[in-house]
C-alpha cells in the first residue's frame, strides 16, 4: 500500500537547522512531483516547497525563500527538507505530499512536528 513517512522533524532553537525526510513506499516515486506543506495551530495548510518528478526545478513559498530547499533522490524513494536559520514562526507540523505529474493523484504523509522555541 501507499506509504509516505516523515522523520526528522524536533524542537530546535531560534537560528537552528533541521533535516526532514520522507519516505515513500508503494507508488513509482520517479513519477510524482513531491511537495512539503506545513500548518500551524489555527492556521490553512499551506505550501512550502515543490520539486519535480525529476528533480529538476523547484519553487518554494516566500517565507522560506533562501532558508529551506528541497532535493529528492530517486533512487531511495525519498525526498528532503532542509531547513536553515529557523525561525519561530517555522513552528508547524510538516507534511509530504506526492502528486501524480499526469493523472493528478495524490497521497499525503502523517506529518512531522517541528517547533522552533528557545
Known amino acids: 500500500q501507499v506509504q509516505l513517512v516523515e522523520s526528522g522533524g524536533g524542537l530546535v532553537q531560534p537560528g537552528g537547522s533541521l533535516r526532514l525526510s520522507c519516505a515513500a513506499s508503494?507508488?513509482?516515486?520517479?513519477?510524482?512531483?513531491m511537495r512539503w506543506f506545513r500548518q500551524a495551530p489555527g492556521k490553512e495548510r499551506e505550501l512550502v516547497a515543490d520539486?519535480?518528478?525529476?528533480?529538476?526545478?523547484?519553487i518554494y513559498a516566500d517565507s522560506v525563500k533562501g532558508r529551506f530547499t528541497i532535493s529528492r533522490d530517486n533512487t531511495k524513494n525519498t525526498v528532503y527538507l532542509q531547513m536553515e536559520s529557523l525561525k519561530p514562526e517555522d513552528t508547524a507540523v510538516y507534511y509530504c505530499?506526492?502528486?501524480?505529474?499526469?493523472?493528478?493523484?495524490?497521497?499525503w504523509g502523517h506529518g512531522t512536528q517541528v517547533t522552533v522555541s528557545s
Open positions: 505530499y506526492a502528486k501524480n505529474e499526469r493523472t493528478f493523484a495524490g497521497y
Open positions: 520539486i519535480t518528478a525529476a528533480g529538476g526545478s523547484t
Open positions: 508503494g507508488f513509482t516515486f520517479s513519477m510524482y512531483i
